[in-house]
């Protein structure tokens, strides 16, 4: 007999999960802005989004979003670094900055009642960041330190070939950072990419915490409704990228302790119909210790301290990759495993226990997603940036436990395909030698390179 009540004792049913009363205005010059009131801790974040980021570098200059993220922690136009620093430490604020594929955002949390502080101070760096040329060398060498570190190791390897793999020229298919574009780069490049990704016509700015949303909302009203917009160019579209056929590469690396394992497909933007039924498909293949992957490869067969695979959408393309490391004499086996799970997850042999357990996991970790400001502010954020619906968060858990088997099955079908993946594969020359032998009867492409 289990040990776990198959139903809460009385009085200790669980309440019915709402997500937070969300007040959503836009302004004439395009603002969004949103008040959120979570009044269980004293405490507030403001968040400037923008629908805007890493697809405005030039492509001679990747790695100029990277160093634009770090400048903007120097201060800003009214305030030198050590200003900066010395204000966020006086309120006890957490400054967060990210420049992302898709968007950016700048983040500062405080006690509530410095509200008016941190508001003035993340936009401030959102929106007036000094950007000073001083520091850009050092900044830049200590990023070129990064990049050749990260050439090391076998993950990184094999992550950058399944990108450009499943992406080829679109910019989801690019390096964060190249070391020729970061020594190219200039303190003019960082401030016209800034100058690029803000805009209030493409921005929504965010409270969330101990506050009266109405207050707030008139407030950022007053303050931004005539702010300057339209004033940057909006990204151009990228073109789709080519549709995949099956295709294998393998990196040598000497002296590799652990072979890196990547597999990755094209699946779907955020908002494409079929992302939920995806989400639960990713959680049978790889997306827990229960999975189907954890549960083969490490459980059953030993060859591997874990396999996870993530569904990864943006605004315009999305992917689907699993990944493992394992002992160079386990790579060709941990490969052919890792192969024909993805089969059976293509040909459709999902059980009902497998998905019930999927669904069950999704819609009871959800609610974890929106604790604390951070996690609230950026599901908000998120719904803004890929235009779903307004109920989207408060429905969320409804719509996964309303997902069929039979949609599972479809999904499955249509995304986990074997013919249109690509399998990348870093290790030491005796590993690659092994997986080479296993996959050469496959009748699939393969190239073979040196770290």
Not at 109 to 128: F, N, R, Y
Not at 147 to 165: F, G, M, N
Not at 223 to 228: D, N, Q, T
Not at 348 to 363: P, Y
């Amino acid at each position: 007999m289990s040990r776990f009540p198959s139903t809460p004792p009385i009085g200790l049913e669980p309440k019915p999960w709402v997500f937070p009363a969300t007040t959503v205005h836009e302004l004439s010059n395009g603002l969004t802005i949103a008040a959120i009131c979570l009044p269980s801790l004293p405490i507030v974040q403001v968040r400037w989004a923008f629908k805007s980021g890493r697809l405005h570098e030039s492509i001679d200059r990747l790695g100029s979003a990277v160093l634009l993220q770090t400048l903007m922690r120097h201060g800003t136009k009214e305030l030198d670094s050590a200003a900066l620093a010395e204000h966020l430490d006086r309120l006890g604020a957490r400054l967060g900055i990210n420049v992302s594929i898709d968007s950016a955002m700048v983040a500062v949390s405080s006690l509530a009642k410095h509200l008016p502080h941190a508001l003035d101070l993340v936009t401030q760096v959102a929106l007036e960041p000094r950007l000073p040329e001083s520091v850009l060398e050092r900044e830049r060498a200590n990023t070129i330190q990064i990049h050749h570190h990260e050439r090391t190791q076998p993950d990184v390897l094999t992550s950058l070939a399944l990108a450009e793999a499943m992406y080829g020229n679109h910019p989801y298919g690019r390096p964060l950072t190249d070391e020729l574009g970061l020594e190219r780069t200039t303190i003019a490049d960082i401030r016209a990419l800034h100058g690029a990704i803000v805009d209030p016509a493409r921005a929504m700015l965010v409270v969330v915490g101990d506050i009266d949303p109405e207050r707030v909302i008139q407030d950022l009203e007053e303050r931004f409704g005539s702010a300057p917009s339209g004033t940057a160019p909006i990204p151009r579209t990228p073109e789709s990228p080519a549709p995949m056929t099956q295709s294998i590469r393998l990196i040598e690396k000497e002296g590799a302790e652990q072979s890196s394992v990547g597999l990755g497909m094209l699946a779907v933007p955020r908002k494409h119909a079929d992302f939920l039924a995806l989400r639960v498909a990713n959680q049978v293949f790889g997306g827990g210790a229960s999975s189907r992957l954890f549960m083969e490869l490490r459980e059953r067969q030993g060859l591997t301290y874990g396999a996870y695979s993530s569904l990864d959408c943006g605004l315009y393309e999305g992917d689907l990759s699993a990944s493992l490391s394992c002992a160079p004499s386990k790579t060709a086996q941990a490969v052919t495993e890792l192969m024909a799970e993805l089969g059976r997850m293509g040909a459709g042999t999902l059980s009902s226990v497998d998905v019930d357990h999927a669904k069950r996991f999704l819609v009871g970790s959800f609610p974890q997603r929106a604790t604390g400001l951070g996690g609230v502010s950026a599901l908000v954020n998120a719904a803004w940036l890929h235009e779903l619906p307004e109920d989207i968060w408060s429905g969320y858990q409804t719509r996964l436990d309303a997902i069929s088997i039979d949609e599972v099955h479809r999904v499955s079908r249509a995304w986990f395909r074997p013919e249109r993946s690509c399998l990348v594969v870093t290790g030491t020359p005796e590993a690659i030698d092994a997986v080479q032998a296993a996959v050469e009867p496959w009748n699939t492409p393969i190239s073979r390179t040196k770290s």
